[in-house]
């Protein structure tokens, strides 16, 4: 079984940062890789980025040359920093990982938002 806790959401005002981070505990000793994703109210879950056990990334469009997903394997955590917020990144932030072939968790969300 795989654990993942979520931290680091807030309120934050529009151009503003903020750092989230996902700490991974149990069996996570294959995991494939690990991602954030978000949803907003009345939308459905939508990817933002994930990066792979060697460090491998990929960003949503919405994302690019904002947020920056990286990983600390010692430590079992991903982190998210997102920069230039905007109002439109309002959501609950899940993390989210891949074990193996189709073992995947989902943490339960942390919440951001970002006010004009």
């Known amino acids: 079984q795989v654990q993942l806790v979520e931290s680091g959401g807030g309120l934050v005002q529009a151009g503003g940062s903020l750092r989230l981070s996902c700490v991974a505990s149990?069996?996570?000793?294959?995991?494939?890789?690990m991602a954030w994703y978000r949803q907003a109210p009345g939308n459905q879950r939508e990817f933002v980025a994930y990066?792979?056990?060697?460090?491998?990334?990929n960003y949503a469009d919405s994302a690019k040359g904002r947020f920056t997903i990286s990983r600390d394997n010692a430590k079992n955590t991903v982190y998210l920093q997102m920069n230039s917020l905007k109002p439109e990144d309002t959501a609950v932030y899940y993390c989210?990982?891949?074990?193996?072939?189709?073992?995947?968790?989902w943490g339960q969300g942390t919440q951001v938002a970002v006010s004009s």
């Open positions: 989210y990982m891949l074990v193996g072939v189709g073992n995947a968790y």
């Open positions: 149990g069996s996570i000793f294959s995991y494939n890789h």
């Open positions: 990066i792979t056990r060697i460090g491998g990334t």
